[in-house]
């Protein structure tokens, strides 16, 4: 790797919060190569050998050529799945694995590569059981949760740890009249469940009386969060109706945070808490791939800042 090399830029063409990273980095004379993984191979190609040193070879966009034993960090954001107009169902699939586990795990393999994240431990970490776990051993309070598919067993739940809210575990898309929808975080009362909870697995979690949320994003070594006020369940829902206020964590959090991170070898991350009336913050999930640069201009944090330093890899 070498300081004078580029930053590779991994997301979708619609991505506001990269094309802000990109610009800074631009500010800065950092070469950034910008792709989606999801153009491969139609404008996307790569050649890599495997050798001593780690993998060697390139990977040219239609502007760019990255030289893969120089790049200088690897900003993995969102990008889109991989598609293959092939006529045979069966060639497709194929092709699409053949794409995942060969670009897929040369983008892995870079040396010397610093990764934010990196696409194995983004994968690790967003299941939440896994997550809700490394966070209880880090040593952060969590409401009572369980995940389940008896449906006595998510009444029984419910009617202990009233009230109790219901989030899903994963957020694929959801189309509704062909219209996408996102599954909220709703309340649920043992009377609401059925038979089809024993379709599949479900998370159910006591809800916490709070006060306000926090939203922490932590990008390498600092740390920012701010306080989000609303009378919103699930704030997410409308960001008109929020108000930030930038906060102090309580003693402790700022350790716990960077032992969560380090167990998924994580470098970024973006903490939601709840805070209760007596001040305490509850863990709720930490998104490794999470929205952050809407708070930049509602609070004056420097986090884009931030994030252009740890990518170029400028020591602070």
């Not at 950034?32 to 139609?42: A, E, I, T, Y």
Request: charged letters at 20%; one cysteine or more; hydrophobic letters at 40%.
């Amino acid at each position: 790797m070498s300081d004078l090399g580029p930053v590779l830029v991994v997301t979708n063409l619609d991505d506001p919060t990269a094309d802000v990273v990109i610009s800074a980095l631009h500010d800065r004379g950092v070469p950034v190569v910008r792709f989606d993984s999801g153009d491969f191979p139609h404008a996307l190609s790569l050649t890599a050998t495997i050798t001593s040193n780690g993998v060697e070879g390139t990977l040219s966009t239609p502007s760019r050529t990255a030289d893969l034993t120089q790049v200088r960090s690897l900003y993995y954001r969102r990008p889109s799945g991989f598609t293959f107009p092939h006529p045979d169902e069966q060639d497709a699939r194929f092709a699409v694995a053949q794409a995942r586990y060969g670009l897929g795990g040369v983008l892995a393999s870079l040396p010397g590569c610093l990764y934010v994240n990196h696409p194995h431990r983004i994968g690790d970490a967003e299941f939440k059981p896994s997550g809700l776990a490394a966070a209880a051993a880090a040593g952060f309070h969590l409401p009572p949760t369980v995940i389940t598919s008896d449906p006595d067993a998510a009444r029984s739940f419910i009617k202990q740890y009233a009230p109790v809210i219901y989030k899903p575990l994963s957020a694929p898309l959801y189309r509704i009249d062909r219209v996408s929808c996102t599954v909220e975080v709703a309340e649920v009362a043992a009377d609401d469940i059925d038979e089809a909870v024993s379709g599949t697995a479900h998370l159910f979690q006591q809800r916490i009386e709070k006060t306000a949320d926090v939203r922490v994003t932590v990008i390498g070594d600092q740390v920012f969060p701010v306080r989000i006020d609303s009378d919103l369940l699930d704030w997410r829902t409308d960001y008109s109706r929020l108000r930030y206020t930038v906060v102090s964590p309580p003693p402790g959090i700022v350790d716990t945070l960077h032992a969560y991170l380090a167990h998924f070898g994580l470098v970024f991350g973006a903490f939601d808490f709840a805070i209760d009336r007596e001040g305490q913050w509850w863990f709720l999930e930490c998104n490794p791939s999470g929205q952050w640069y809407w708070l930049e201009p509602e609070t004056g944090l420097p986090m884009l800042e931030a994030m252009a330093d740890l990518l170029e890899r400028k020591m602070r």
